[in-house]
């Protein structure tokens, strides 16, 4: 069974404080790597997808990387309006997504 | 970009009636749509996968003929709570997919049964 274990699952940092979250997975066949923001109330929206270990992918102050084992969502200098829960999902096969718990940021001005 | 439509955002229904939840993907075909179930603090969960035109394959522990799915076309699929009570009370959310794309999601819906 494919599992996702995010951590930590709350993060609060002051404004510019950069810092990483953490993905670490367990999939049969990895088809791709997904990271979500999702705002309360909200559904997902979609920020990355990461095929292969050694993967990369940079969007303003987020990148993301992909090991065999983890993914990792780096956040350099955040904002407030950065605040948000991170989800991190996995695709195996059958098409089946399966998410983390996701962790909760908060950026403080 | 693909946009997943999702309606209503909210709905109160009373305990015991049914509810109607739509999911379209306005500017792409989905081949394949998934509905979600979101409880506080918790991640989202797998109710059921749903191809056009075919029975949805629903998830160990989800009833079948409470939670009743039906992808009509390649832009629509609709999730029907029945007799609905207070344990139904949750946030749930759709996504679409097509071949090569990646997974789009619906705004959710916030369903309080009282």
């Known amino acids: 069974e494919d599992q996702v274990t995010q951590s930590p699952e709350a993060l609060r940092l002051q404004e510019g404080e950069s810092s990483s979250l953490n993905c670490s997975y367990t999939v049969s066949g990895l088809r791709g790597l997904f990271w979500y923001r999702q705002d309360p109330g909200k559904g997902p929206e979609f920020l990355f997808t990461?095929?292969?270990a050694g993967e990369e992918k940079e969007k303003e102050r987020l990148k993301a990387t992909l090991t065999k084992k983890e993914s990792f969502l780096h956040i350099t200098a955040p904002k407030p309006e950065d605040s948000a829960t991170y989800l991190c999902?996995?695709?195996?096969?059958?098409?089946?997504?399966?998410f983390g718990i996701g962790t909760k940021l908060q950026v403080i001005p | 970009g693909a946009v997943v439509s999702q309606h209503p955002s909210r709905v109160i229904c009373k305990s015991g009636t049914s509810v109607k939840i739509e999911c379209r993907s306005l500017d792409f075909q989905a081949t394949t749509m998934f509905w979600y179930r979101q409880f506080p603090k918790q991640s989202l969960m797998l109710m059921a996968t749903s191809n056009e035109g075919s029975k949805a394959t629903y998830e160990q522990g989800v009833e079948k003929d409470k939670f009743l799915i039906n992808h009509a076309s390649l832009t629509l699929s609709t999730l029907t709570v029945t007799s609905a009570h207070p344990e139904d009370s949750s946030f749930y959310i759709c996504?679409?997919?097509?071949?090569?794309?990646?997974?789009?999601f619906g705004s959710g819906t916030r369903l309080t049964v009282v």
């Open positions: 999902a996995v695709s195996g096969g059958y098409q089946k997504v399966t």
């Open positions: 996504s679409a997919t097509r071949q090569d794309y990646g997974y789009t």
């Open positions: 990461l095929y292969s």
